[in-house]
């Protein structure tokens, strides 16, 4: 049984931080692509950034410089850590887990909510 927990959303002024961190539960975490996602309502589901289980990084070209995605294979944990944030960086975000061989998450976490607003 595979479980991904999110945690750490809010609300943040423009210009500031938040870290998200995920853990997963179950035998996947070692070797899956782990990312996160985000949505805003009546919008499509985006990548926002996602690690392999060596570290290769990628991210959405909105988040370049601002965003860094990071993973503690110890913790079984992915973080997302938020910087400079800007008001269109407000959705709910979902952590994902995603097989090397395939192009889809299999896996998804519940979602929490990032607001930035004055």
């Known amino acids: 049984q595979v479980q991904l927990v999110e945690s750490g959303g809010g609300s943040v002024q423009p210009g500031g931080s938040l870290r998200l961190p995920c853990v997963a539960s179950?035998?996947?975490?070692?070797?899956?692509?782990m990312g996160w996602y985000r949505q805003v309502s009546g919008k499509q589901r985006e990548l926002v950034a996602d690690?392999?289980?060596?570290?290769?990084?990628n991210y959405a070209d909105s988040v370049k410089g601002r965003f860094t995605i990071s993973r503690d294979n110890a913790k079984n944990t992915v973080y997302l850590q938020m910087s400079s944030l800007k008001p269109e960086d407000t959705a709910v975000y979902y952590c994902?887990?995603?097989?090397?061989?395939?192009?889809?998450?299999?896996?998804w976490g519940q979602g929490t909510q990032v607001t930035v607003s004055s």
């Open positions: 994902s887990a995603r097989h090397p061989l395939i192009v889809t998450p299999s896996y």
């Open positions: 179950g035998s996947i975490f070692n070797t899956y692509i």
């Open positions: 690690i392999t289980s060596g570290g290769s990084t």
